[in-house]
């Protein structure tokens, strides 16, 4: 019983490490590809070129900077820094632009920045006034 | 009348305290007296919540304006149902709701018999537990989410209700859910002072199965109702996008179901007793976690939840509650005998619990990592949804074969039934080959699907055998895994070979998507009740030119909600190849941009879903205790 017990636990210990390596491996390999740094445009904008591969950035859409691409969807335009106004980035982006998307909304956008310096969006996202609850509840 | 309820609050909070407090001093002493007094304060905590939530369902009925909760989620247009759902639109009424739905349970469970054949001691212990947390909610409702606050002088009309909340999912999705975390509190309870006070006469999972089941089908129901609401209302153009949000109420819905499972083989063999003390009470604790998510602002989440100041009690909670758990657990008795060779039943159901457990692990995990990864990185770092399809899929495949082989095994070692084990197994094949066959061959899916359809095929034989009573089976569990092999059906195609095109057309022009011809009919704007409409009305015909459908997708703008705009989406429903249609809006020239995918076998995982939610609830009738051997 003893011995059966004992023999019973190492099967299990084993199975548990298999297990454990199987996922671990499958999180490993999730972490090092689906993993994106969440940045405002001021930290991108001092962050070495190699981390701006895959990035999601958040900022506010400068006034007057909305252009509409020539064909096709999409839009570009300038994002600047949340806090410190005097930060900006150009934005180009194809796609789908959502209806709450307007000067001064707050954005999310998430793809990488180019060599130039411009940052090419596959992600354009506004980020919704709280689904529960309104923001300035005082206004 | 306000002040009057929230004085109910704070008579809630004194009432919980005080018999808490009774009831520690009580076993302190060693003494079994005061049972009858604690035993009273439910019902005063109860009546308490009671009366307050009636009086704010009373505000927000009678348009009370000068209530800022009525002024702030309801307005004069808004129907009387949506009024009344409007009762959990925010967070000081969805955490009142969530406190009734526990002080209710635990009234409800101290009239059952199961309750009064409790040892004296136990019971004591019981309240213990159970008045800690309805204490706290009291108090977390009375000091920083009052429901009752009042503005004057009182405005004439209030800001209304959000349009994405005008909707049938309102009344039902956040109630079952609220349902579902409350219920598990009174099982997590009993087993809390079974921990202490030792096992004497039913155990805990005996003497709440009815509030263990139930809560798990509210929970169950609770999530799909949101996947789909998601996916037929919100135009978030899926039911599952692995936000915040969502991940948090499926946290202790895997805790739960794991438990479900461990305690099986608890029930069968009386082993692994301290481990679903564990687990029960870990369930109870993440449904105030997944509150703590989703109320605390400390994730930023595209869908982004008022920030209320409950964050760091509910944290300061959850830590005292882990804490006191896990002293219980390993102070408490241990079960008997240690577990039968892995490749056994019991082998299996362990198995299945442990996927459950890191599936709950790694999702809470990835949640939090914008939090986790600030410890060693400059910026903090996200995981997108393709992170979680990557890590979480081929676990829940791998669950779905598990789930597929553990009914045809034995108890002690090896397969039992072999016949039946085949049958699923070809019922597995048929259906892998179908999908083979139709052309849909990518590799994981496949196997899903193989696993699904043993799983079906197999719960239908065992169905037919229990009826001729020739197993022990209970129907309520087959029922529940064929609603679970439904569900995979329908994530297993609906995923991977979901289509997703955006469209521009002109009137009249048409585009392709899969087989399927889409000619934009009409478009132009309108107004309904209290909103502006966009709305674009489209042909789909199939390959041979025959009309399938008439969608008219909307994008509206509500009159109250100023530079908002919702999106109304339509759906041509089927049991294969669903057509699902969103208007984007207008591009630079004027044309209607919409968008338009093909869902194959999407409604599969309703039809499993109302199966999963349903079915269980036939289990809810215990065992007579000759059965109650052989699981």
Redesign the interface.
């Given at each position: 019983m003893a011995r059966?017990?004992k023999k019973?636990?190492c099967?299990?210990a084993f199975?548990?490490l298999l297990?454990l390596g199987?996922?671990g491996y499958?999180?490993f390999?999730?972490?090092s590809?689906?993993?994106?740094?969440?940045?405002d445009v001021a930290?991108a904008k001092v962050?070495e070129q190699s981390k701006l591969g895959n990035i999601?950035l958040?900022g506010t859409v400068q006034s007057g900077t909305i252009v509409?691409?020539s064909e096709?969807?999409g839009v570009s335009f300038n994002l600047e820094d949340q806090h410190d106004k005097t930060q900006t980035m150009h934005v180009r982006y194809t796609?789908?632009?959502p209806?709450?998307f307007?000067d001064g909304a707050e954005v999310?956008v998430?793809g990488g920045v180019q060599p130039d310096g411009t940052f090419s969006a596959k992600v354009l996202?506004t980020?919704?006034?709280?689904?529960?609850?309104?923001?300035n509840?005082t206004s | 009348m306000y002040t009057l309820a929230f004085a109910l609050l704070l008579l809630a909070q004194i009432a919980s305290i005080a018999a808490a407090g009774l009831a520690l001093i009580q076993t302190w002493n060693h003494r079994t007296t005061g049972v009858v007094l604690v035993e009273k304060a439910h019902l005063v905590v109860s009546t308490a919540f009671g009366l307050a939530s009636g009086i704010l369902l009373y505000g927000l009925v009678q348009r009370d304006y000068s209530l800022e909760y009525v002024a702030s989620y309801t307005d004069n247009a808004l129907e009387t149902f949506y009024r009344l759902a409007a009762f959990w639109a925010g967070q000081p009424g969805s955490l009142l709701f969530w406190a009734l739905a526990v002080a209710i349970s635990g009234s409800l469970f101290a009239l059952t018999r199961s309750y009064a054949e409790l040892p004296a001691r136990t019971k004591l212990w019981y309240w213990i537990f159970f008045f800690a947390i309805t204490g706290f909610f009291a108090t977390l409702l009375a000091l920083w989410s009052n429901p009752f606050m009042q503005i004057h002088p009182a405005p004439q009309d209030g800001r209304g209700l959000n349009p994405l909340l005008q909707n049938p999912g309102m009344i039902f999705h956040p109630p079952l859910l609220f349902l579902g975390y409350g219920g598990f509190t009174v099982p997590a309870c009993v087993a809390l002072a079974q921990g202490v006070c030792g096992r004497e006469g039913r155990p805990w999972y005996q003497t709440t199965r009815v509030f263990f089941i139930t809560a798990w089908c509210f929970l169950t129901a609770g999530i799909l109702l949101g996947a789909w609401w998601a996916y037929m209302e919100l135009g978030w153009g899926g039911y599952w996008g692995w936000d915040p949000v969502e991940n948090a109420s499926l946290i202790p819905w895997l805790i739960g179901t794991a438990t479900l499972h461990t305690l099986i083989i608890e029930q069968g063999r009386g082993k692994l007793t301290r481990i679903n003390i564990l687990l029960i009470s870990l369930t109870t604790i993440s449904g105030f976690f997944a509150t703590f998510l989703v109320r605390s602002g400390i994730i930023d989440s595209v869908h982004a939840f008022g920030q209320g100041p409950v964050g760091v009690p509910l944290l300061i909670f959850m830590a005292f509650a882990l804490l006191a758990t896990l002293l219980i657990v390993l102070f408490s008795e241990r079960g008997q005998g240690s577990l039968e060779n892995p490749f056994s039943r019991e082998g299996a159901l362990c198995l299945t619990a442990w996927i459950f457990l890191i599936l709950g692990f790694i999702i809470l995990c990835a949640t939090m990592w914008p939090v986790i990864s600030r410890l060693w990185s400059s910026a903090p770092m996200g995981l997108d949804a393709d992170f979680y399809n990557r890590v979480c899929l081929p676990l829940a495949t791998l669950l779905l074969v598990v789930m597929a082989l553990c009914p045809w095994l034995s108890w002690k070692l090896g397969f039992k039934d072999k016949n039946g084990l085949v049958l699923a197994l070809a019922g597995g094949l048929v259906l892998a080959g179908c999908a083979w066959y139709l052309s849909y061959e990518k590799l994981h899916p496949l196997v899903s699907q193989f696993a699904a359809g043993a799983i079906l095929l197999g719960s239908l034989v065992l169905a037919a055998r229990r009826l001729a009573h020739k197993t022990s089976f209970r129907l309520g569990t087959l029922g529940c895994h064929l609603g679970v092999a439904l569900c995979a059906v329908g994530i297993a195609f609906s995923g991977p070979y979901k289509l997703t095109r955006d469209l521009v057309l002109e009137e009249g022009e048409s585009a392709q998507i899969d087989a399927y011809e889409v000619r934009l009919k009409s478009a132009g704007t309108g107004r309904g009740v209290d909103y502006e409409y966009l709305r674009a009305t489209l042909e789909i015909r199939d390959s041979s030119g025959t009309l399938v459908s008439t969608v008219s997708p909307e994008k509206r703008a509500y009159d109250k909600f100023a530079g908002m705009y919702f999106s109304e989406v339509d759906v041509a429903s089927s049991f294969g190849k669903e057509v699902y249609a969103s208007v984007s809006g207008l591009d630079s020239r004027g044309k209607i941009v919409v968008q338009v995918s093909i869902e194959p076998l999407v409604s599969w995982i309703w039809v499993g879903g109302i199966f999963m939610s349903l079915i269980p609830l036939l289990n809810l009738r215990s065992r007579g205790r000759t059965d109650q051997k052989s699981v």
């Open positions: 059966t017990t019973n636990s099967m299990y199975i548990a297990f199987g996922v499958l999180i390999s999730g972490l590809e689906n993993s994106t740094y969440f940045l930290e962050q999601r958040f509409p691409p096709g969807l796609g789908i632009v209806d709450t307007k999310i998430e996202m980020k919704c006034p709280s689904k529960y609850q309104k923001e509840r | -």
